[in-house]
């Protein structure tokens, strides 16, 4: 519970979100000393949000609105996007989350979005993208009489920009891209990705079409448009474009896809623009030029003694409301069309976080039907409630400009000051400092191992598990390192049944579900749902058909699916006891003290063609296995061949201490150079990616298999301080830290 001070409410914050917030939230000076307390941010968030209500009425009692916004937010009810929390009351004063920038068909339109989005990553933002109006490579450009290079080598230009920009700030620039599904080089973006390394600052999502997924279902072919000039250019079978899609999306997770014409019925103001894309993490779409302003309520702080406290849960939507409204009459928009197209349209987007939780405190698991039907109800509730916000505040300040023409006032509906009011967000850090599970996902996990020095082990378990395994007896360190090995508490006999139910994970849950969960909350949302459908290692192709398949059927809007281990990318074990299957013949699994050279070896050379010339690759074995490995370039000396050298000798190093040719392999192929060689399967990227096939050949030559490693669960690692991540509303997220690749 939080403690109070007198009227003031200090917020109940765990190590974890106080982490978060130092490193990436509280105010600091030049030199990175924290110059506010979480309390102080929350004040200062507060107060400028509720500045706002000046600017309608001159008497209002700011005082009192900034008590109840700080009072909500300290109680952790409710939390505004990252950047609002970040900015709001600061120089900068950019509070929106994300944007959507046109592409024209055009060098000019296409060099001022690249300007347009470095300003905003400046300012915190992320943006989307339609890059559908551009005409396909090699298309005529007849003011050059050449040819177009088409989307994907233009997308390439705003990733290096991204990337730039990244290098410093509170919040990463990410990135949406879109291609529609009857665009002419849609096979080419479909594969973009497939190279892990490049386009690392894109989220890409196809864009499908209601004649497109009729097509599928009949098997047949479907239009190829160029948008050039509006003509047929060529035609595909679109069941074997969406068997392409699935199958990238099986082996990397993206793409993802977009159901654009359900985007487009749902368009509250047709009248002023089509929407062609949405933000980085998909939920919101939005016309170009629009900005987003999200927030969450916690709805882990909505029960109370087994039931829902729904009266509570109105003062909080129709507060959050209030001050998401006022956060677009604040915000400091970092372009003259953004905040003109934002202003005419004063779109908002309330969503939750901690639905998971909620769950659990109603002992309702999260694969049942109750849940599904829960989720539905509650999101109605909030839905309603928001509306009704919404109509309270244009018979007060007015309704959004853009109104008049509006599917709302064409059905006559009552005014509205907000276009849209909900979204489901993935909820990310915000969550982290809420001590909320994320967005509608469910758990991801219910217990964590967190080695935070060399050999410091923490393990992390989910509050109210902790709780309820102390009150029935059968808490224990050990079972909860045993959890976190596993991932799950499914299977474990000393936890009892009814406990296992409702402590169910992303991993112990069907796909399905995730996908019948997201279409709950989706009935009751203006915008769209961020969810992310996890997928176990071992999950086919079809798996992933099957789900992209039921998101159509039941009227989601997009679709984001991550299969573990699919990103080449390292991985962290929850689990130490694996089972593992063996590699390499005479290797063995358990790491070995550094073995002696013998003055005799046996050996083997291959030949590898790099772009800096042939490239010789000599490995040697002992008795027991791979021993060491040497490199000659056919190009003497350079740093090329110096770099070989360290190659080698650390390689041999590996193998004598014990580590196996597959985790060397996994280490050195596919790092790029500026000079490949080769094409297709026999490409070439680099001289360490040349080592790794050489490796990869001797082994298979010598009777052995490159395996994957079985894990019993896994995760990937965080790029700022090595802690697991997780896959969750189509972005990336560390609770350890607070990294985001979204925010």
Same mark, same amino acid.
């Given at each position: 519970?939080?403690?109070?001070?007198?009227?003031?409410?200090?917020?109940?914050?765990?190590?974890?979100?106080?982490? /978060?917030?130092?490193?990436?939230?509280?105010?600091?000076?030049? @030199?990175?000393?924290?110059?506010?307390?979480?309390?102080?941010?929350?004040?200062?968030?507060?107060?400028?949000?509720?500045?706002?209500?000046?600017?309608?009425?001159?008497?209002?009692? /700011?005082?009192?609105?900034?008590?109840?916004?700080?009072?909500?937010?300290?109680?952790?009810?409710?939390?505004?996007?990252?950047?609002?929390?970040?900015?709001?009351?600061?120089?900068?004063?950019?509070?929106?989350?994300?944007?959507?920038?046109?592409?024209?068909?055009?060098?000019?339109?296409?060099?001022?979005?690249?300007? =347009?989005?470095?300003?905003?990553?400046?300012?915190?933002?992320?943006?989307?993208?339609?890059?559908?109006?551009?005409?396909?490579?090699?298309?005529?450009?007849?003011?050059?009489?050449?040819?177009?290079?088409?989307?994907?080598?233009?997308?390439?230009?705003?990733?290096?920009?991204?990337?730039?920009?990244?290098?410093?700030?509170?919040?990463?620039?990410?990135?949406?891209?879109?291609?529609?599904?009857?665009?002419?080089?849609?096979?080419?973006?479909?594969?973009?990705?497939?190279?892990?390394?490049?386009?690392?600052?894109?989220? #890409?999502?196809?864009?499908?079409?209601?004649?497109?997924?009729?097509?599928?279902?009949?098997?047949?072919?479907?239009?190829?448009?160029?948008?050039?000039?509006?003509?047929?250019? !060529?035609?595909?079978?679109?069941?074997?474009?969406?068997?392409?899609?699935?199958?990238?999306?099986?082996?990397?997770?993206?793409?993802?896809?977009?159901?654009?014409?359900?985007?487009?019925?749902?368009?509250?103001?047709?009248?002023?623009?089509?929407?062609?894309?949405?933000?980085?993490?998909?939920?919101?779409?939005?016309?170009?030029?629009?900005?987003?302003? +999200?927030?969450?309520?916690?709805?882990?702080?909505? %029960?109370?003694?087994?039931?829902?406290?729904?009266?509570?849960?109105?003062?909080?939507?129709? +507060?959050?409301?209030?001050?998401?409204?006022?956060?677009?009459? %604040?915000?400091?928009?970092?372009?003259?069309?953004?905040?003109?197209?934002?202003?005419?349209?004063?779109?908002?987007?309330?969503?939750?976080?901690?639905?998971?939780?909620?769950?659990?405190? +109603?002992?309702?698991? =999260?694969?049942?039907?109750?849940?599904?039907?829960?989720?539905?109800?509650?999101?109605?509730?909030?839905?309603?409630?928001?509306?009704?916000?919404?109509?309270?505040?244009?018979?007060?300040?007015?309704?959004?400009?853009?109104?008049?023409?509006?599917?709302?006032?064409?059905?006559?509906?009552?005014?509205?000051?907000?276009?849209?009011?909900?979204?489901?967000?993935?909820? !990310?850090?915000?969550? #982290?400092?809420?001590?909320?599970?994320?967005?509608?996902?469910?758990?991801?996990?219910?217990? =964590?191992?967190?080695?935070?020095?060399?050999?410091?082990?923490? %393990?992390?378990?989910?509050?109210?598990?902790?709780?309820?395994?102390?009150? *029935?007896?059968?808490?224990?360190?050990? +079972?909860?390192?045993?959890?976190?090995?596993?991932?799950?508490?499914?299977?474990?006999?000393?936890?009892?049944?009814?406990?296992?139910?409702?402590?169910?994970?992303?991993?112990?849950?069907?796909?399905?579900?995730?996908?019948?969960?997201?279409?709950?909350?989706?009935?009751?949302?203006?915008?769209?749902?961020?969810?992310?459908?996890?997928?176990?290692?071992?999950?086919?192709?079809?798996?992933?058909?099957?789900?992209?398949?039921?998101? =159509?059927?039941?009227?989601?809007?997009?679709?984001?699916?991550?299969?573990?281990?699919?990103?080449? @990318?390292?991985?962290?074990?929850?689990?130490?006891?694996?089972?593992?299957?063996?590699?390499?013949?005479?290797?063995?699994?358990?790491?070995?003290?550094?073995?002696?050279?013998?003055?005799?070896?046996?050996?083997?050379?291959? @030949?590898?063609?790099?772009?800096?010339?042939?490239?010789?690759?000599?490995?040697?074995?002992?008795?027991?296995?791979?021993?060491?490995?040497?490199?000659?370039?056919?190009?003497?000396?350079?740093?090329?061949?110096?770099?070989?050298?360290?190659?080698?000798?650390?390689?041999?190093?590996?193998?004598?201490?014990?580590?196996?040719?597959?985790?060397?392999?996994?280490?050195?192929? !596919?790092?790029?150079?500026?000079?490949?060689?080769?094409?297709?399967?026999?490409?070439?990227?680099?001289?360490?990616?040349?080592?790794?096939?050489?490796?990869?050949?001797?082994?298979?030559?010598?009777?052995?298999?490159?395996?994957?490693?079985?894990?019993?669960?896994?995760?990937?690692?965080?790029?700022?301080?090595?802690?697991?991540?997780?896959?969750?509303?189509?972005?990336? /997220?560390? *609770?350890?830290?607070?990294?985001?690749?979204?925010?």
């Amino acid at each position: 519970m939080e403690k109070t001070t007198g009227a003031a409410v200090i917020p109940a914050l765990t190590k974890n979100a106080l982490t /978060v917030l130092e490193r990436r939230y509280l105010k600091r000076d030049k @030199q990175g000393n924290v110059l506010e307390t979480p309390v102080q941010m929350f004040q200062r968030v507060a107060r400028t949000i509720a500045e706002a209500e000046r600017k309608f009425d001159e008497q209002a009692d /700011v005082a009192a609105l900034t008590d109840a916004f700080y009072s909500m937010m300290a109680r952790l009810e409710f939390l505004p996007n990252s950047p609002t929390l970040m900015n709001a009351g600061r120089e900068l004063g950019q509070l929106s989350a994300c944007f959507v920038l046109p592409v024209g068909d055009s060098m000019e339109d296409i060099f001022d979005a690249v300007k =347009y989005t470095a300003l905003i990553h400046k300012s915190g933002g992320g943006t989307g993208f339609s890059f559908s109006r551009l005409r396909p490579a090699n298309d005529v450009v007849l003011t050059t009489t050449g040819i177009s290079s088409g989307p994907i080598s233009f997308m390439r230009v705003f990733d290096v920009a991204t990337e730039t920009i990244k290098q410093g700030g509170t919040r990463r620039g990410a990135n949406m891209g879109i291609l529609r599904v009857d665009h002419p080089d849609i096979m080419d973006f479909v594969m973009c990705k497939a190279d892990h390394r490049q386009l690392n600052n894109f989220n #890409i999502s196809v864009g499908l079409t209601e004649a497109f997924m009729k097509a599928v279902e009949k098997d047949e072919n479907y239009d190829l448009i160029n948008p050039r000039n509006g003509l047929v250019t !060529g035609q595909l079978n679109a069941r074997k474009v969406f068997n392409r899609i699935v199958t990238q999306a099986w082996e990397n997770g993206e793409p993802g896809i977009v159901f654009l014409d359900r985007l487009n019925r749902d368009n509250p103001t047709p009248h002023v623009g089509t929407i062609e894309s949405t933000n980085p993490c998909g939920e919101q779409p939005l016309l170009p030029y629009e900005s987003c302003n +999200l927030g969450s309520i916690n709805l882990a702080t909505m %029960v109370a003694e087994g039931r829902i406290l729904w009266d509570k849960l109105k003062e909080v939507v129709l +507060l959050a409301v209030h001050f998401l409204d006022n956060v677009v009459e %604040v915000n400091k928009y970092p372009l003259p069309q953004i905040a003109e197209m934002t202003l005419a349209n004063r779109k908002i987007g309330l969503g939750v976080m901690g639905w998971a939780d909620m769950l659990i405190r +109603l002992a309702i698991p =999260y694969n049942t039907d109750e849940a599904v039907e829960l989720g539905e109800k509650v999101m109605k509730f909030i839905s309603d409630r928001g509306h009704e916000a919404s109509r309270a505040l244009a018979a007060v300040r007015g309704a959004f400009p853009n109104f008049i023409g509006s599917v709302y006032e064409k059905r006559g509906d009552a005014p509205l000051r907000n276009a849209t009011v909900t979204t489901i967000a993935p909820t !990310g850090t915000i969550s #982290i400092i809420a001590n909320a599970s994320s967005g509608v996902e469910p758990l991801f996990a219910v217990s =964590y191992i967190r080695q935070v020095m060399d050999n410091d082990i923490l %393990v992390e378990v989910h509050p109210y598990f902790e709780k309820l395994a102390k009150e *029935r007896g059968f808490y224990s360190p050990q +079972l909860m390192q045993c959890i976190a090995e596993l991932g799950s508490v499914q299977g474990i006999d000393e936890i009892p049944d009814d406990i296992r139910k409702i402590f169910v994970t992303a991993h112990d849950i069907t796909p399905e579900v995730h996908i019948r969960m997201q279409a709950a909350f989706q009935k009751c949302t203006d915008n769209a749902v961020s969810k992310t459908v996890n997928f176990r290692e071992s999950a086919t192709i079809q798996d992933v058909a099957r789900v992209y398949e039921l998101a =159509y059927k039941l009227d989601c809007k997009g679709v984001t699916i991550y299969r573990d281990g699919s990103r080449d @990318q390292q991985v962290l074990s929850v689990g130490k006891k694996q089972e593992t299957d063996r590699a390499i013949p005479r290797e063995t699994e358990e790491a070995a003290p550094k073995r002696e050279r013998p003055k005799i070896l046996k050996g083997w050379t291959y @030949q590898m063609q790099t772009g800096c010339g042939p490239l010789y690759v000599t490995i040697n074995e002992d008795d027991t296995g791979l021993f060491e490995l040497f490199t000659t370039m056919g190009k003497a000396g350079g740093c090329a061949a110096s770099q070989n050298e360290a190659i080698g000798r650390m390689v041999s190093l590996a193998w004598r201490s014990g580590l196996q040719a597959r985790q060397v392999i996994k280490q050195l192929q !596919g790092i790029s150079c500026h000079s490949p060689s080769g094409f297709g399967e026999n490409k070439i990227m680099s001289c360490a990616d040349a080592v790794a096939k050489a490796i990869q050949t001797h082994v298979t030559a010598n009777g052995g298999k490159i395996h994957h490693e079985k894990r019993v669960f896994s995760k990937g690692a965080c790029p700022d301080c090595g802690g697991i991540v997780e896959h969750e509303g189509g972005c990336v /997220v560390c *609770r350890a830290c607070g990294f985001s690749e979204c925010a």
